[in-house]
């Protein structure tokens, strides 16, 4: 069974401030830095369906869900939802995407906890 990250998924729109820059640049760079894909998902273009489909099956869904949703994708298939942004506003979804990065995207981990 492969668990070594393979990319990592972000659901945005370039109109939220949650996700850009707040969220996207930093997991581009973290995907990056790890030598994994990143795979933008902006809901206002072709990508809708792709997104709808990932926070379906393993995000915070709802008709109208939040973004940006950050999932990570592993060797074996699994993908596991690791962030919403928080409609309370920029500055709780910046220190989400901080925590994040410091504790499941350090540069050392390369698999599923």
Known sequence: MDNRLKAIHVVYAEWCPHCVPTTVEPMKKSAADLGVKYVPHDIDTDEVKAADELVKK???????????????????????HVL???SEGVAYTK?????LLSSQLNPGLKAAN
């Open 95 to 99: 220190k989400a995407v901080e925590n």
């Open 58 to 80: 393993y995000g915070d869904w709802s008709p109208d869900y939040i973004i940006p949703q950050v999932f990570l994708e592993y060797g074996d298939g699994s993908i596991k």
């Open 84 to 86: 919403t942004g928080y």
